[in-house]
């Protein structure tokens, strides 16, 4: 597939902002990133828990309305399923579409831009990242599910997903093509939604609190002792992956999206 002509590197010239690697962006943000510390989940959960939502716009609002009326208002894990499957596609576009950038710049007879270079591997590290997470979170849930014996059927299980996941997989593409600012506004609230709704259904459950979790996917994703532990940590993922969501918006449009 070739590159639209509307995101080559001429286009990004004079728009990306000055910016390290992806990691030395993690130590000298001006957020407070969670992965890889030792912190309380319940403070953090109740720091989730004062602050608003970032606003969905747009297509999340239609999203987020369609969810509601087919899986219903209340927190499921069978709900989160679902927002599980769908939330490593944004990653996946930025990685996929870096790389066709890539192509695109080497392939051109214009010497390379190493500002829009950067730009690339930076979002084909974070994307190849924060996918990876999301498919553990899928993961995950999943085995929780199966253990607890809680079964999707055919229409809302498979199809639907199957139907959403493809929409957004064309979404994602086409946003991040189009204007990639976009794409990191909509995940960052996304992710804002996605972090509330972990931290809300473990209040709604209190007897996950001592209720013991296992599962063979702890050989990719850290160890918790509760399952109310274990969805308090996914939902710090989520907010991590708000943050970078941001961090990117703002290395790409010069000003904070909040
Ligand atoms: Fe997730
Ligand atoms: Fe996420």
Redo the contacts with the bound molecule.
């Keep these: 597939m070739s590159m639209p002509k509307i995101l080559t590197h001429v286009s990004l010239k004079g728009i990306v902002q000055e910016k390290s690697n992806y990691r030395e962006c993690l130590v000298m943000s001006k957020f407070e990133y969670t992965m890889g510390k030792e912190l309380d989940l319940k403070a953090e959960q109740a720091k989730t828990l004062e602050k608003p939502t970032i606003k969905p716009k747009g297509f999340l609002i239609f999203l987020v309305w369609v969810m509601d009326l087919i899986y219903g208002k209340e927190r499921t894990l069978p709900k989160f399923k679902v927002i599980e499957t769908l939330?490593r596609y944004p990653y996946w576009a930025w990685e996929n579409c870096s790389y066709h950038r890539i192509t695109k710049t080497y392939t051109s007879t214009k010497p390379a831009d190493k500002k829009i270079n950067e730009l690339s591997l930076r979002h084909i590290e974070f994307g190849r990242e924060?996918q990876d997470n999301?498919q553990w979170h899928l993961m995950l849930i999943e085995d929780i599910m199966r253990q607890k014996g809680i079964k999707m059927g055919w229409l809302k299980g498979s199809l639907i997903p199957f139907l959403m996941a493809c929409g957004y997989y064309f979404l994602t593409r086409a946003m991040y093509y189009i204007r990639p600012q976009w794409s990191f506004a909509m995940n960052a609230a996304f992710?804002s939604h996605?972090e509330h709704q972990y931290m809300l259904i473990v209040s709604e459950h209190p007897e996950w609190e001592n209720e013991s979790v296992d599962t063979d996917y702890f050989q990719y994703y850290p160890r918790q002792k509760s399952l109310a532990d274990l969805l308090r940590r996914i939902g710090l993922?989520?907010r991590d992956?708000m943050f970078t969501s941001l961090e990117e918006y703002e290395a790409l449009t010069g000003k904070s999206y909040l």
């Design positions: 939330a924060a999301e992710e996605a993922d989520e992956h």
